[in-house]
């Protein structure tokens, strides 16, 4: 009998956290195998941090890393202090969720993929156009739909456009939130010239009233409107 893989899960309020954990033990990990510039860790850290630490000690790149090499103490105080700050990357809280979730569905022929952000926006004619484009053919208005996150693909084909948010307490742009996703699932229902797929909005929030009434207004799972969490979202999947 086929096992079934575990579920993808985080610790929603403590998400940043997790990621901050992930860059450093990356970052520890290829500084304690050795390496002579910062190339291959290029992506994970703050290089005007690694600059500014290059300065102080009046050293090179090659000097400062080979001190990391075989030293798991050195470095992972070297990571804590090159490391990107999670909070500051919160473009990547989709791409930890969405890759998370594909390495789980994957098994069930789903695959799930992040979009870059200039590519599918959602017009009122129903079509979706890349970014510059619909600026272009329509202008951008603060009411506008954002461009769509991700896609899900099922054996190859395309399944479903979602829409993902993080969104921990009230205030500021978390205010925002629930009214973009609001736009985007009343889209998918009633203007989107596309009936064959699912339109989903995948919310990981603290925000528990707001949640659960955005659910009880759009969330149909047995149609092509969902609402869901990073867990319902699996569920949804593998029962399917």
């Not at 009214?179 to 797929?197: M, T, V």
Request: net charge neutral; proline share 3%.
């Amino acid at each position: 009998m086929k096992l079934r893989p575990v579920l993808f899960e985080f610790d929603v309020p403590n998400l940043r956290s997790e990621r901050q954990d992930e860059t450093w033990k990356n970052v520890a990990a290829i500084l304690e195998k050795g390496i002579l510039d910062k190339e291959p860790i290029k992506k994970y850290i703050n290089e005007t941090a690694l600059q500014r630490h290059l300065d102080f000690h009046g050293c090179g790149e090659r000097d400062l890393f080979m001190n990391c090499q075989g030293n798991s103490t050195v470095s992972k105080m070297l990571a804590v202090v090159l490391g990107k700050e999670s909070h500051r990357q919160s473009g990547q809280d989709e791409v930890f969720t969405l890759n998370g979730i594909d390495q789980t569905v994957k098994h069930y022929g789903f695959r799930v993929e992040c979009l870059p952000n200039s590519l599918l926006r959602p017009a009122m004619d129903g079509k979706t156009y890349p970014n510059a484009l619909y600026k272009k053919k329509f202008g951008n208005t603060v009411n506008d739909i954002k461009t769509i996150d991700g896609e899900i693909k099922k054996d190859g084909k395309l399944f479903g456009w979602l829409s993902h948010k993080y969104c921990l307490g009230k205030g500021g742009g978390q205010d925002n939130v629930f009214q973009e996703e609001k736009r985007w699932l009343s889209w998918g229902r009633d203007i989107s010239l596309r009936k064959d797929i699912i339109y989903i909005a995948l919310i990981d929030t603290d925000l528990e009233v707001e949640y659960n009434k955005l659910q009880e207004e759009f969330d149909d799972p047995s149609g092509n409107i969902w609402v869901v969490n990073h867990t319902e979202l699996q569920n949804r999947l593998i029962s399917l």
